[in-house]
């Protein structure tokens, strides 16, 4: 769309403000007052309200950039503003403030600092306004505590310790920085708290994975806002504190207040983790009850609730439900589909999401790979694995040749998998050498067997599974003499684990945990009963 200006400054302010809509406007904008002999009216003001209108984008473009149209990406936009702010003589705070901002804004986080030290060489005074820009700006670099430091005793020394958002904003860059224990002496220090300078430390306490302390300060709250219970909703499901999660959500529906997806994503991934199929589907309801919309992110949340609860038809239908799709729904729908086993349907999503052009990640082939692997699609899940980089554009990682050593082991082709990891580019993880192994167990090939067992115990010395392997395989071959030397190598070894296998069932609204080898459920003797009753019968069929 071309704009037009009329001989005013105001009528240029005005459409500068609700006209302009991308970068190329602006400079059609920009190059009309110049040709026109405008800018020599009010040139201060105009390139002001020029440098401004790069802070504040249209509400019709996105908030964090304008769209660039034509004109050029971030890049010229940076150079640009550079040179509008450039022209401007004697450049006021507001000014600066402008400038910190859009290279904020456009991701120039470096500099942006470096026009706040320019603004402190010139002795313009910085204002309320100034502190959270260039907060902002230092929270995006790398190793930034030492500027977030120097910006506080500059903050301090210019009394705004006492503005609630500047401390707001200096907590949170001490907590991107990782400075817990800045961003808590701010916090304590504050004159003034709000929901926000709360938000922040629960934030910074998830992330730093003190969940217990997020928790107690979640409680201390005056009031909650969607994003409080949001964040330590996300926390807990997060941290495995699932059954915590799904408690906060009742709590928070108890108390009424109007969430947003973020939670609800949470509460669906704590049920999905507890198999808590029941609290999942009065969550689902919730959803269509208030006509919530389903977009790529709820979607992918039910879709693998539903996956990991057995409900694969009730998945298929979610998916198609969701009127977007991007790769994180798609790769629930193939994983939830390589869990149960459908290697064919699950191939043919994953060629609808080509035909769709969705791009593939990791997880994506991932999944396909394990599918194909758990349906005996042995070929299907070579060809795609030798199409990975070239077709795909997908890096191959230590996860996908575990998988492909798991499946080639699974299928008996243990010399092909064993060549497959020489020709590695780098060195085999506990999954790979422990997919072989299985493999080697599963078909009895007990001289593999012994090379991938040693280089598990040289990357995982403290993994006990791979002892109970090889002595199985050594009593099966009757090598007694080895059987006696790896369980004498497994007790003298410090810190040994094998992880116990846990299942759970959910059975009248109740969830039962069961550990392999325990006796503590309070039916254990009735189970017991039943099972040694199957036991016996199965060989009276005839």
């Known amino acids: 769309m071309q704009i037009r200006c009329m001989q005013t400054s105001s009528h240029l302010i005005t459409t500068l403000r609700k006209t302009c809509k991308s970068i190329t406007q602006i400079q059609q904008l920009h190059a009309q007052t110049l040709t026109r002999g405008l800018f020599s009216l009010h040139p201060t003001l105009l390139l002001t309200q020029i440098l401004h209108s790069f802070t504040f984008p249209n509400p019709q473009a996105t908030t964090a950039t304008i769209p660039s149209g034509d004109g050029g990406g971030d890049d010229c936009i940076i150079v640009y503003t550079a040179k509008i702010f450039s022209l401007i003589p004697d450049p006021s705070s507001f000014n600066y403030n402008s400038i910190i901002r859009a290279h904020t804004l456009r991701r120039s986080p470096r500099t942006a600092v470096i026009f706040f030290s320019r603004m402190r060489r010139e002795s313009v005074s910085p204002d309320s306004h100034t502190f959270p820009f260039v907060l902002k700006a230092c929270g995006l670099l790398q190793n930034s505590i030492s500027i977030a430091k120097s910006l506080h005793?500059?903050?301090?020394?210019?009394?705004?310790?006492?503005?609630?958002?500047?401390?707001?904003?200096?907590?949170?860059?001490?907590?991107?920085?990782?400075?817990?224990?800045?961003?808590?002496?701010?916090?304590?220090?504050?004159?003034?708290?709000?929901?926000?300078?709360?938000?922040?430390?629960?934030?910074?306490?998830?992330?730093?994975?003190?969940?217990?302390?997020?928790?107690?300060?979640?409680?201390?709250?005056?009031?909650?806002?969607?994003?409080?219970?949001?964040?330590?909703?996300?926390?807990?499901?997060?941290?495995?504190?699932?059954?915590?999660?799904?408690?906060?959500?009742?709590?928070?529906?108890?108390?009424?207040?109007?969430?947003?997806?973020?939670?609800?994503?949470?509460?669906?991934?704590?049920?999905?983790?507890?198999?808590?199929?029941?609290?999942?589907k009065k969550i689902h309801d919730h959803i269509k009850r208030n006509e919530t919309k389903l977009d790529s992110y709820l979607g992918t949340a039910l879709v693998d609730l539903y996956s990991k609860c057995g409900c694969i038809e009730i998945a298929k239908d979610v998916f198609q439900s969701c009127p977007k799709k991007n790769v994180s729904l798609w790769n629930a729908m193939l994983v939830g589909l390589a869990m149960h086993g459908d290697g064919i349907s699950l191939l043919q999503y994953f060629s609808r999401m080509v035909e769709n052009c969705v791009e593939s990640d990791g997880v994506t082939i991932l999944?396909?790979?394990?599918?194909?692997?758990?349906?005996?699609?042995?070929?299907?899940?070579?060809?795609?694995?030798?199409?990975?980089?070239?077709?795909?554009?997908?890096?191959?990682?230590?996860?996908?040749?575990?998988?492909?050593?798991?499946?080639?082991?699974?299928?008996?082709?243990?010399?092909?998998?064993?060549?497959?990891?020489?020709?590695?580019?780098?060195?085999?993880?506990?999954?790979?050498?422990?997919?072989?192994?299985?493999?080697?167990?599963?078909?009895?090939?007990?001289?593999?067997?012994?090379?991938?067992?040693?280089?598990?115990?040289?990357?995982?010395?403290?993994?006990?599974g791979v002892y109970s392997v090889l002595a199985h395989m050594y009593a099966n071959s009757n090598r007694w003499e080895d059987l006696v030397k790896v369980r004498r190598l497994r007790d003298c070894r410090w810190g040994i684990k094998k992880s116990a296998g846990v299942s759970l069932i959910e059975l009248g609204g109740v969830t039962h945990e069961f550990v392999s080898g325990d006796c503590l459920h309070d039916c254990t003797f009735e189970i017991y009963s039943v099972l040694n009753g199957l036991e016996l019968n199965q060989y009276e069929v005839p």
């Open 153 to 280: 005793s500059v903050l301090l020394k210019f009394g705004f310790s006492v503005d609630i958002f500047v401390c707001n904003t200096l907590a949170c860059t001490y907590c991107r920085g990782g400075e817990f224990d800045g961003a808590l002496k701010v916090f304590e220090g504050s004159f003034f708290r709000d929901v926000v300078s709360y938000n922040v430390m629960i934030d910074g306490l998830v992330k730093a994975g003190e969940i217990d302390r997020a928790l107690k300060m979640f409680d201390e709250m005056p009031q909650r806002d969607a994003v409080s219970w949001g964040t330590i909703l996300a926390g807990c499901a997060k941290s495995n504190r699932c059954i915590e999660a799904v408690e906060l959500f009742d709590r928070m529906l108890d108390s009424r207040v109007v969430f947003d997806n973020v939670a609800l994503v949470s509460a669906l991934s704590a049920c999905a983790q507890l198999g808590e199929l029941a609290k999942g």
């Open 367 to 464: 999944g396909v790979l394990v599918g194909c692997s758990h349906s005996g699609l042995i070929n299907e899940a070579k060809k795609i694995f030798s199409e990975m980089e070239s077709v795909y554009k997908v890096q191959r990682e230590l996860k996908h040749y575990g998988c492909m050593a798991d499946l080639l082991g699974r299928a008996g082709l243990i010399n092909e998998a064993m060549d497959m990891i020489k020709d590695m580019p780098m060195g085999g993880d506990v999954f790979v050498w422990g997919g072989l192994l299985g493999g080697c167990k599963i078909h009895g090939n007990l001289e593999i067997a012994e090379v991938a067992a040693k280089h598990v115990m040289e990357v995982k010395p403290e993994d006990g």
